[in-house]
């Protein structure tokens, strides 16, 4: 089968631009979040099957990364204010609930909509419906939540969390990257200097001040699937790896 890129198909849509941006963050309350994933690195023995491992490196990669993001998250809010109040309208995506819970407290007299697991599809509906009529410049979205949203109204989209798959983060792109959008689309990757973003975005290719182009603008092949999870799956134990150093040193 001939498969044609989004940009070979609509040639009519502007480019998109990404910008991966360093911000700052609260290492204290990521010293404190990260208590209980350090306390679980002890539980590796030379014993455990695969299956017992995997399990393990898994919990203390997603409790490293919700530390992360809620250490940058009042550091993402203060970036996302300022595109609004330059008349931006804007898209914010994340992974994590507490992360989303911070959003909620920064954000709350700019009226943010939000399309996350929380909601229903009723209200998932009238959030993007707000934000297409213009009710609110601002929609906080989780990242594997917005398969199908058409919200080309957005001039901007901001990664406040990362995710291992490219393809994850281009398809939310393009729920702003679609016909309907007038400009060209800047795509804001905002990372921190420290925590699971640095082994992120070794994984995703992504070097601050640097406009990058991201693998996942056409959909995967199921090999290339394969690969991609493949070598998630080797970041997450290299991240694991990092912290038992960290914890020596």
């Known amino acids: 089968m001939l498969r044609r890129t989004k940009q070979e198909v609509l040639k009519e849509l502007p480019p998109k631009r990404r910008l991966v941006q360093e911000i700052d963050w609260d290492d204290s309350l990521y010293r ?19 299956s017992e491992r995997t399990l393990l490196e898994d919990q203390i990669c997603q409790e490293e990364r919700q530390a992360t993001g809620c250490a940058k998250a009042p550091y993402v809010a203060a970036f996302v204010r300022t595109l609004l109040d330059g008349g931006e309208k804007v898209l914010l995506f994340a992974h994590h609930h507490k992360v989303m819970d911070i959003y909620k407290k920064e954000f709350k007299g700019y009226r943010p909509v939000f399309i996350t697991g929380r909601e229903t599809d009723s209200a998932k509906d009238a959030a993007a419906a707000a934000f297409m009529s213009g ?21 901007c989209v901001v990664f406040g969390e990362l995710d291992w798959s ?27 200097p420290k925590g699971s973003d640095q082994d992120m975005q070794q994984a995703l290719g992504l070097k601050v001040s640097q406009f990058v182009a991201l693998m996942g603008d056409k959909t995967p092949t199921q090999d290339e699937a394969w690969m991609q999870q493949t070598a998630a799956r080797d970041h997450i134990r290299r991240l694991v790896e990092r912290l038992a150093a960290e914890k020596k040193s």
Do not use: W
């Open 32 to 50: 404190d979040m990260m208590m209980s994933a350090m306390d679980k690195l002890a539980l590796f023995t030379d014993t455990m099957t695969a």
């Open 135 to 155: 009710k609110t410049d601002l929609c906080i979205i989780s990242l594997r939540s917005a398969s199908g949203l058409n919200l080309q109204r957005a001039t």
């Open 166 to 192: 490219p393809a994850v983060h281009s398809q939310a792109e393009d729920r702003a990257h679609r016909i309907g959008q007038e400009d060209s689309l800047l795509c804001y990757y905002l990372v921190s």
